[in-house]
């Protein structure tokens, strides 16, 4: 805020002494008019006696002269000799002044300058308050007295410029201090509005270092309007997704330690016994290894999904793009699955309507129908169905995965694709699921820019869908 007054002051300060010299110029402009039509109308009528060498008649012309010009009027030859003045002061005087020989020598119709009365110096530089100050200065202003095409005399005049130098000085001073006075209100009212501006700020800084402190709840008041109110706006609303992505890790991580505690706990039990009971029967020996083994698929499986989220969610990762047909994956999953079906007595109903040629991550799609069609059947009871249909519409593939199984209560359904989310934890133990498999589905067909959604009743079933652009390249 300070730099912001200097530099408003000092432009300030400029534009008022531009201002001033600009008046000044102009007003010296008025003066050089109005002085050079007076002299040159009396040059007119001094020509013809200054060829006749009329020394009555010159000084008659000169006092009438310096009467309506209002100042001190000296005629003079074509040496610079003065012929005539009005005060009588400088009769037979050489004047070699610059209005003079500009006029005697160079051949101008007219000149003006600045001269110092006391020592008749000419005044230097083109501000014109800059030599107003120290002494006093007066006009000399000339014009040529030509006969014939030829300059035989100039008539000069000399008049004060204290009057109007003082006008000048005056006007300088009340600007400067309208100047200051302007600057102090400014300089108050900017600070006062600095502090109503910043405080919105200074708050905002507070719980920026709260937040780097670890309180990602803190957020500020959203005061006012403009650009203040939108930037509190959106730093809560930044404050919020990043509260919200906190508790989602923490949650992540709270879940990922259980679910790979709990196979570890139950291999440390099993293999505690085989240790601890040397007298163990094989048989009984062989399920307990069994039953190690079995733990540790799943936590090879969960291992290998936490894997493949952390790859999905990083914005590194793409999408290996390849011609295809989702007609082909859905055929190899259901052939994989196949056997798991026939064991629970399970039918495949399989409509598939369209070949549906795609460019997309094959591998990818191949996880999202697999982990789609394993799902319904641990889910679905024995001597159950698992329907599964393919179509295109417009230019989206639509795979819909329906099953005959218990279905989903309905406060479980926006929760579904949420990471380690089970609607019966303890069924998906024992069916051997880590909660992971529809968050991945709904990762990758995000990354293909489509959607996954699910619709189910408790008691008849589930029905997921999932749609997929078919000219995404």
């Known amino acids: 805020m300070l730099a912001f007054f200097f530099i408003i002051g000092v432009s300030f300060l400029v534009m008022a002494g531009t201002l001033t010299n600009m008046l000044g110029n102009y007003l010296f402009g008025v003066r050089i008019q109005s002085d050079r039509a007076g002299l040159e109308k009396w040059a007119v009528s001094a020509a013809e006696s200054l060829s006749r060498a009329d020394a009555a008649e010159l000084d008659r012309i000169v006092r009438r002269a310096g009467a309506e010009l209002g100042g001190r009027v000296l005629l003079l030859d074509r040496d ?4 005539s003045d009005n005060f009588q002061q400088s009769m037979g005087r050489l004047l070699s002044y610059p209005e003079v020989v500009s006029i005697l020598v160079s051949g101008q119709t007219s000149d003006y300058g600045v001269h110092s009365l006391k020592t008749g110096e000419p005044a230097r530089g083109q501000n014109m308050l800059s030599f107003a100050s120290n002494e006093e200065w007066v006009s000399y202003s000339t014009a040529g007295i030509v006969q014939s ?5 100039v008539l000069l005049l000399v008049s004060s410029v204290r009057d109007m130098m003082q006008s000048l000085l005056s006007m300088q001073n009340n600007m400067a201090v309208l100047f200051v006075a302007v600057a102090a209100v400014a300089a108050v009212a900017g600070m006062v509005f600095s502090r109503v501006l910043t405080r919105p700020i200074s708050e905002m800084t507070q719980v920026i270092r709260g937040m780097s402190a670890g309180d990602l709840g803190a957020r500020v008041a959203e005061r006012g309007s403009g650009e203040i109110r939108q930037l509190a706006v959106a730093f809560n609303s930044m404050s919020e997704q990043l509260d919200a992505l906190n508790q989602t890790r923490n949650q992540f991580v709270s879940n990922a330690s259980h679910e790979l505690k709990t196979p570890l706990a139950t291999m440390k039990i099993m293999i505690e016994s085989l240790i601890y009971q040397p007298e163990m029967g094989p048989e009984l020996r062989t399920e ?3 039953d190690v083994n079995q733990e540790i698929n799943r936590l090879s499986s969960i291992v290998s999904d936490l894997l493949t989220l952390v790859q999905s969610d990083s914005r590194s990762s793409r999408l290996n793009r390849e011609k295809m047909s989702l007609a082909e994956v859905v055929k190899d999953a259901e052939h994989r699955l196949s ?9 495949f109903i399989t409509s598939l309507q369209d070949s549906c040629d795609m460019y997309a991550d094959k ?10 069609l394993e799902n319904a059947v641990k889910y679905t009871p024995r001597d159950g169905w698992v329907k599964v249909n393919l179509q295109r519409q417009g230019r989206d593939a639509v795979l819909t995965v329906s099953d005959s199984g218990p279905g989903i209560p309905r406060e479980s359904l926006p929760h579904v694709f949420e990471r380690f989310y089970r609607v019966d934890k303890a069924r998906g133990r024992e069916s051997g699921g880590t909660g992971l498999g529809l968050s991945i589905v709904q990762q990758y067909v995000n990354q293909h820019g489509g959607t996954v959604r699910v619709a189910s009743e408790e008691g008849q079933g589930a029905v997921f869908t999932v749609e997929l652009p078919l000219n995404k390249g």
């Not at 610079?80 to 012929?83: L, W």
């Not at 095409?149 to 005399?153: A, D, M, N, Q, Y």
């Not at 056997?339 to 039918?347: I, K, L, S, T, V």
């Open 363 to 372: 591998a990818k799609l191949q996880q999202v129908v697999y982990n789609l």
């Open 288 to 290: 307990f290894l069994s």
């Open 339 to 347: 056997p798991m079906a026939a064991q629970r007595g399970q039918q």
């Open 80 to 83: 610079g000799k003065v012929q």
């Open 149 to 153: 095409s030829h300059v035989i005399g």
